[in-house]
C-alpha cells in the first residue's frame, strides 16, 4: 500500500466520522470515495460513516472493478458518474443531509438549479449551477447517465427525493462544499421565497471568476 492510499484510508475515516457525529448522515446512509493514482477507494456498502475501518474501505481499479477490502457500495455507480464526466473530481460525497434531502422532495423548485444564488460561500464551494436529478430508485443503475450528463457542466447534483452527491478536487473539499450546501438549503427553506435577495448574475459571474 502506497503512502498516498493510506493516508487517504485515515482521512475518509476522520470525516466520515465528522460527518455522522454531525448529522449529516445515519445508520448505513451515505459513501464516500476518493480518486487514487491507481484507482478508487470508497466506502463498503451498508457501512456506517460513523464506524469505518480503514482497512476494510473497499479498494477498486481504475475500471472500477474491485481488488480489496469489503464489498463496495452498490450506489459505486453514483460516483464512477462523476469521475468520468469531471476531470477534477478528486473525490464524490453522497449524502442524505436533512435539508438538503428536504429541498429534494419539493415539487416546485427550479430543476436547473433548486437551490438559488442565496450566498457567496454556496457559489464558490457549489458552482453556478446544481441540478436536480429525476428519481430513481437507490441502487439503480439507470441514474448513472443521468448523474453523468448533469455532472459536465455541475460539480454537485440533488437527487430527487434522495440526497446531493457533490464532487471536489481534495475530499476536504467535496465535504466543506456538501456542508456549504447543506447550510444553504437550510437558509433556502427558512426564507420565505418572496423576500429572499439572491446574488445577481454579475455577483455570481465575479466570484466564480475569483475563486471558481
Given at each position: 500500500?502506497?503512502?498516498?492510499?493510506?493516508?487517504?484510508?485515515?482521512?475518509?475515516?476522520?470525516?466520515?466520522?465528522?460527518?455522522?457525529?454531525?448529522?449529516?448522515?445515519?445508520?448505513?446512509?451515505?459513501?464516500?470515495?476518493?480518486?487514487?493514482?491507481?484507482?478508487?477507494?470508497?466506502?463498503?456498502?451498508?457501512?456506517?460513516?460513523?464506524?469505518?475501518?480503514?482497512?476494510?474501505?473497499?479498494?477498486?481499479?481504475?475500471?472500477?472493478?474491485?481488488?480489496?477490502?469489503?464489498?463496495?457500495?452498490?450506489?459505486?455507480?453514483?460516483?464512477?458518474?462523476?469521475?468520468?464526466?469531471?476531470?477534477?473530481?478528486?473525490?464524490?460525497?453522497?449524502?442524505?443531509?436533512?435539508?438538503?434531502?428536504?429541498?429534494?422532495?419539493?415539487?416546485?423548485?427550479?430543476?436547473?438549479?433548486?437551490?438559488?444564488?442565496?450566498?457567496?460561500?454556496?457559489?464558490?464551494?457549489?458552482?453556478?449551477?446544481?441540478?436536480?436529478?429525476?428519481?430513481?430508485?437507490?441502487?439503480?443503475?439507470?441514474?448513472?447517465?443521468?448523474?453523468?450528463?448533469?455532472?459536465?457542466?455541475?460539480?454537485?447534483?440533488?437527487?430527487?427525493?434522495?440526497?446531493?452527491?457533490?464532487?471536489?478536487?481534495?475530499?476536504?473539499?467535496?465535504?466543506?462544499?456538501?456542508?456549504?450546501?447543506?447550510?444553504?438549503?437550510?437558509?433556502?427553506?427558512?426564507?420565505?421565497?418572496?423576500?429572499?435577495?439572491?446574488?445577481?448574475?454579475?455577483?455570481?459571474?465575479?466570484?466564480?471568476?475569483?475563486f471558481g
Amino acid at each position: 500500500m502506497t503512502a498516498e492510499e493510506a493516508a487517504a484510508r485515515e482521512e475518509i475515516v476522520a470525516l466520515a466520522a465528522s460527518l455522522f457525529a454531525r448529522g449529516f448522515s445515519v445508520g448505513s446512509a451515505g459513501n464516500i470515495s476518493v480518486r487514487l493514482a491507481d484507482g478508487y477507494l470508497i466506502t463498503p456498502t451498508n457501512s456506517c460513516l460513523g464506524r469505518l475501518d480503514p482497512e476494510r474501505l473497499s479498494k477498486l481499479d481504475a475500471d472500477f472493478v474491485p481488488v480489496g477490502g469489503d464489498r463496495p457500495s452498490k450506489e459505486v455507480f453514483m460516483h464512477r458518474a462523476f469521475y468520468r464526466a469531471r476531470a477534477d473530481a478528486g473525490a464524490v460525497v453522497h449524502l442524505h443531509s436533512t435539508w438538503a434531502t428536504a429541498v429534494s422532495c419539493l415539487a416546485d423548485v427550479d430543476p436547473a438549479n433548486p437551490i438559488p444564488p442565496l450566498t457567496p460561500y454556496f457559489v464558490m464551494r457549489i458552482g453556478r449551477t446544481m441540478p436536480l436529478v429525476p428519481y430513481f430508485r437507490p441502487g439503480d443503475p439507470a441514474m448513472e447517465p443521468a448523474i453523468a450528463q448533469a455532472a459536465q457542466t455541475a460539480r454537485a447534483v440533488l437527487l430527487a427525493n434522495h440526497g446531493p452527491v457533490v464532487s471536489g478536487a481534495t475530499l476536504k473539499d467535496a465535504v466543506y462544499a456538501a456542508e456549504e450546501l447543506e447550510e444553504a438549503a437550510k437558509l433556502f427553506l427558512l426564507l420565505p421565497r418572496e423576500r429572499a435577495r439572491l446574488l445577481t448574475a454579475q455577483q455570481v459571474d465575479d466570484l466564480l471568476a475569483t475563486f471558481g
